[in-house]
């Protein structure tokens, strides 16, 4: 509306001034009005195409901001599970080095039973046949509780699972072979009848379950005979497995 109104006046002026100026400044003029129109079209192009960039700016401000928002939200929860890793790494190791300490404890305060033995102590012995079969294993390798060598039966100081074993020898003029009792209750055995052969060996184990008191001991066959000397060939052993 001004740019009219200015232009307006601008010719009126000029309708005053002298014939030939007249016609020769109103076409400067109109070139000159029409320059200045063309500069301000491209002007206001280009301001909106700086408005467009303004907006792809802020645009790009704002998912910029937002990816730092985000970032950091991030970089807090990677901080939070690193502490919490490190929580866990340090309760884990006080657990397992309070596992270490049972285990040792346990295997401190846990009973340690076992014993190991065969017949003879001395020169050669034949045992049997006899009215008590009981067989008693006088030479000692190893009791660390239970077994008595002067009956030859072992009795459970604890309840627990135990394992035995034992083995024997014979020669082919009696039955061969000793039962393992328990409470006087056969087990497991051994056994080889008399035969055309010289000697018999054999051998057997069990994992027996125990109450304290229980006892256990080897016996021999009716009109039964084993042999042992110096060589250990007739033997009994057994250990506490663990308690129950």
Known sequence: MEFGA?????????SFGEP?????????????????????N???????????????????????????????????????????????GMRLNA??????????SSAKDAPQIAFSACL??????????STDKTLVFKRIFSNTGGYDQSTGVFTAPVNGLYYFTFSTYGYNTHIAGAILMKNGVRQISTFDYTSDDSSDIGSNSAVLQLAAGDK?????????????????????????????
Do not use: C
């Open 120 to 129: 003879s102590n001395s020169g050669e012995i034949y045992s049997g046949p």
């Open 216 to 244: 256990v001991h080897m016996e021999l066959w009716d009109n039964g005979r084993v042999y042992d000397n110096w060589n250990g060939h007739t033997t009994f052993s057994g250990f506490l497995v663990f308690p129950v």
């Open 95 to 104: 657990t397992e080095e309070e596992i270490d300490k049972l285990k040792q």
């Open 20 to 40: 030939g100026f007249v016609q020769r400044d109103y076409m400067n003029t109109l070139e000159w009005l029409r320059a200045k129109v063309e500069f301000i």
């Open 42 to 88: 491209n002007l206001e192009d280009k301001l909106k195409i700086f408005d467009g960039w303004q907006s792809d700016v802020y645009a790009l401000e704002a998912r910029l901001n937002a990816t730092v928002d985000e970032l950091t939200r991030q970089k807090a929860e990677v901080d939070r599970l690193n502490k919490e890793n490190q929580d866990m």
């Open 6 to 14: 200015l232009l307006l006046l601008t010719l009126l002026g000029l």
